[in-house]
């Protein structure tokens, strides 16, 4: 039996929490992208790419991951399923599988991916640049390397150090294979960030909802003067995580405890859409059409890039 190619990267089941409230559009959900109309779909047609956690090793196509992806949102799916229909007193091990599952919606999808290849870009180029810096280690490798690889150029040492060292050149990491296996490494340290944090289980009035997106899960970093920056490491003193749970409720985690749990207000639901929106990759998805949101999220959407000017030493999006 041939496997599916389209894989998900924010599961089927977690989306169908996110769909309209309307008998007329039962089953169905609004996707926002900046700047093209709102448009209807469903979530099986959301959220994938073609053969994403496919690699070719020597053995040929290899899709375990995915078989593997797919049985363990069997086990979360009827758990989500109670949480849209009003459970949210989870007990230590529901709450020990919630992070698992936050670390992996992170890490799983495109974001994960293109972080881990910016990051995995950096480290050579930075190893390329220190190994550079002495002139004799550097002619020593150098000619170590073209006689293994039979490799004949013009450029001599010195032309080739003199390149590295300067900046006319970037690193892209293409062995998808190995993209996934560091991508996958991290989920431990992931998950032990969030075990740690204290939550509180928000909630929407009637006629508000909370939206998600194509990267569910968002840090936010408090600041003093009121601003807040998205987009913060995980790690960080005083981040705090937003994942919408479904579209009428919300988890936050935080360093503290703030007993701020319960139903809130509609302009605080409008506040956590818009730190979704910042965090999105490319993609929001919604119970409603809604014209405002698709104006702000023109405006700040997709600001948000881990590895360019989010989880860095000091984030940018605000």
């Known amino acids: 039996m041939a496997r599916p190619r389209a894989h998900h990267y924010v599961p089927v089941f977690y989306l169908k929490g996110f769909t309209s409230p309307l008998p007329r559009d039962k089953g169905f959900l609004w996707v926002y992208e900046k700047n093209k109309p709102i448009r209807k779909s469903q979530p099986v047609n959301e959220a994938h790419e073609r053969d994403l956690y496919s690699y070719e090793d020597n053995e040929g ?7 593997g992806l797919s049985k363990i949102e ?18 230590p091990e529901e709450s020990e599988g919630l992070a698992v599952f936050m670390a992996l919606l992170w890490i799983r999808g495109p974001v994960g991916r293109d972080f881990v290849k910016k990051l995995s870009a950096d480290t050579m180029k930075f190893v390329a640049k220190e190994t550079a810096k002495d002139p004799d280690k550097f002619k020593k490798q150098y000619e170590e390397f073209l006689a293994k690889e039979g490799t004949k150029t013009k450029l001599s040492a010195d032309e080739m150090r003199a390149f590295i060292l300067g900046d006319d050149w970037e690193v892209e990491q293409k062995n998808h294979g190995y993209t996934l296996k560091r991508m996958f490494e991290g989920l431990p340290f992931i998950i032990s960030l ?4 204290p939550w509180d289980v928000l909630y929407t009035e009637d006629d508000q909802y909370f939206c998600t997106s194509d990267c569910p899960v968002v840090t936010i970093l408090p600041e003093r003067s009121g601003v807040v920056s998205v987009g913060a490491g995980f790690g960080l003193p005083g981040v ?7 579209k009428g409720k919300c988890l936050v985690l935080r360093d503290r405890a703030r007993r701020s749990g319960g139903l809130i207000t509609g302009k605080m639901v409008r506040e956590i859409n818009k730190f979704m929106m910042v965090g999105a990759r ?20 997709c600001n948000s890039i881990p590895g360019i000017n989010a989880f860095m030493r000091e984030p940018k999006p605000k």
């Open 282 to 301: 490319r993609f929001i998805y919604a119970a409603e059409k809604n014209r405002a949101m698709q104006n702000v999220f023109d405006k700040i959407g």
């Open 74 to 91: 069997s086990m979360f799916a009827p758990f989500f399923q109670q949480i849209d229909r009003g459970y949210h007193d989870f007990h």
């Open 194 to 197: 969030l075990r740690g944090k």
């Open 240 to 246: 705090e995580v937003f994942f919408p749970l479904t």
């Open 61 to 67: 196509t290899d899709q375990n991951l995915e078989v």
